[in-house]
């Protein structure tokens, strides 16, 4: 292997292994230990030699090590944040694409907020698809199922693709992932026509349609693709009941309701529904997804009591011991979500100095990296501040909201944005609201 003293972090290698495979260094350094098992190359590997090349102590992986990184991760070794023309790091091709490598990527950072930042995001974008097995010249075990008869393990192998891509949405908006999220969806339903399983696969087959449509049709929605997102959410209802799986029909309609709160519409019905469908039996963390939705829909319906409640409710969920699999649709359910949407409630009813201490709390530790959830969740920050007087820290606020949203697929959060800069109209003679007003009209 070859080191070096002048050290270049690959910080595509590192997020790769904790943003998507969601692994510590002993992990991924196992992870390269049975690759060379299965290569039959030997590999003194643990996490020291994972933080050598993650820091840039080792420049360049020796031959060998590079086809375990190969078989490691299922990409090309030159799209893993080394290129082997030039050591220096400048560039890095992937069949069809280039990705640009001009400096590490930056921690509590937006994306596209300059060039850099928006080369950085495109690279980060690539190699996390090509890792997670999404192109489809590497990637033949689950189509090489169509017009063959399968079992539960390609089904797993399904699953676990649709866990991966879901990840992407943590970083990415609906315009970046609906047509991944659509194209997987569009697999299952080839693999479901054109091969032979018996019952027990094809339940689980059509359980993964109904969570792939919502995912697509969160996508969708996202993207501002409102009459695809409420087909792919009808196709997921239809699917879930066939399936059995009441937590997933749930989640349909909770989504469902949530876009017609989008559209200035009462969701209450629909959410209220939803929990109903899940039942008591639901796992904890499908329950508390369930139940802030139904505090969402109530807060924009002006249920001042009834989104109290159900916000109650949702914590006490999280709570309650419960020995079930959590779903990794909602899994990602947790106190700081909870109080997000808490915070956006109290917003949402005009309460501002209940809303401003919780979400500036729990929007201090939210990671810029977030980009669309946390320009979003700042809106109704600087709506609070708006309704409290504190017109200046309102404009602040929407100033850094555009920063993290831009260059990110996502309708949403400008036109909060918008939303919230109407209310301070009326102050724009004052330099901070004046400078956004002019910024946001200078935006495509």
Known sequence: MAVTENRKPNTVLRRLRVEVRHQTREEFALSM????????????????????????????????????????????FSSLGWNLDDESGRSARVPGLTVEVTSPLRVNRPWGQDGDDRVLRREFVQASMATMGLATATDSAPSS???HRIGLSTVRQLSARTARLRRL?????????????????????????????????????????????????????????????????????????????????????AYSAYQRVSDDRSGVELAAAAC?????????????????????ACAADGRTAEAERSL????????????????????????????IMTGRCWAELRRPLRAVPVLEDVLRRFDD?????????????????AGAGEVEQAAVTIAH????????????????????????????????VAAVFERLSARP
């Open 169 to 253: 949405d943590n970083f990415l908006g609906g315009g970046e992932t609906y047509d991944l999220y659509k194209a997987e969806l569009d697999l299952t339903k080839a693999i479901i026509r054109t091969t032979g399983y018996d019952e027990a696969t094809g339940r689980a087959l059509v359980a993964l349609v109904a969570e792939q449509a919502q995912q697509a049709g969160w996508a969708a929605f996202d993207a501002g693709r409102h009459d695809e997102a409420a087909k792919l959410y009808e196709t997921s209802l239809t699917a879930a009941r066939e399936a059995g799986d009441r937590s997933l029909a749930a989640n349909a309609l």
């Open 312 to 339: 109650a409710m949702a914590e006490a969920a999280l709570d309650r011991a419960d020995d079930q699999p959590q779903p990794d649709w909602s899994v990602w359910v947790d106190r700081d979500e909870i109080r």
């Open 33 to 76: 230990a049975e690759a060379a098992r299965e290569l039959g190359l030997n590999c003194a590997c643990n996490w020291r030699y994972v933080a050598h090349l993650e820091d840039g102590t080792i420049r360049m992986p020796g031959p060998a090590y590079r086809r375990i990184l190969e078989r490691t991760t299922g990409q090309t």
């Open 276 to 296: 109903e469908t899940a039942g008591r039996r639901a796992p904890r963390s499908v329950q508390a997804l369930l139940l802030e939705r139904l505090a969402w």
């Open 369 to 385: 990296s977030h980009a669309r959830d946390k320009a979003l969740y700042l809106t109704w920050l600087a709506d609070a501040y």
């Open 145 to 147: 199922a169509i017009g």
């Open 401 to 432: 909201s555009l920063d993290l949203s831009t260059g990110v697929g996502s309708v949403r959060p400008r036109q909060r944005a918008v939303a919230v800069l109407e209310k301070l109209a009326p102050h724009r003679t004052l330099p901070p």
